[in-house]
């Protein structure tokens, strides 16, 4: 399967984005996906995760309260919407899956990545 990540771009604080990890290769209806993002000088962190088949969704550390992820199986899409956005949130964000049940965030599952969408908040 292969991801391609968008919707990235600059905001001020307290802005809005939604990411879109659209699929295409196959169906995700048997695969998790899950928001990661990598900030310059820093680890890469887990965000968000979604068994596509049954929507249920997992929101781990800073995506708490502020992220939700969501899923289109028409579209074989899933989505990530960002409120409240602060200047720590500036980073890359990737989506990745992993062929099975979940949702997890633990990263060595993820078998494919897409390309990652940049975001940026100005304070």
């Known amino acids: 399967v292969q991801l391609q990540a968008s919707g990235g771009g600059l905001v001020q604080t307290g802005g809005s984005l939604k990411l879109s990890c659209a699929a295409s290769?196959?169906?995700?209806?048997?695969?998790?996906i899950g928001w990661f993002r990598q900030a310059p000088g820093k680890e890469r962190e887990g965000l968000s995760s979604?068994?596509?088949?049954?929507?249920?969704?997992l929101l781990v550390g800073s995506a708490k309260g502020r992220f939700t992820i969501s899923r289109d199986k028409a579209k074989n899409t899933v989505y990530l919407e960002m409120n409240s956005l602060k200047p720590e949130d500036t980073a890359v964000y990737s989506c990745?899956?992993?062929?099975?049940?979940?949702?997890?965030?633990?990263?060595?599952?993820?078998?494919?990545w897409g390309q990652g969408t940049q975001v940026t908040v100005s304070s």
């Open positions: 979604i068994y596509f088949n049954d929507g249920r969704t």
């Open positions: 990745a899956a992993y062929l099975g049940r979940g949702p997890y965030m633990t990263t060595i599952l993820y078998d494919y």
């Open positions: 290769g196959r169906t995700l209806d048997d695969y998790t």
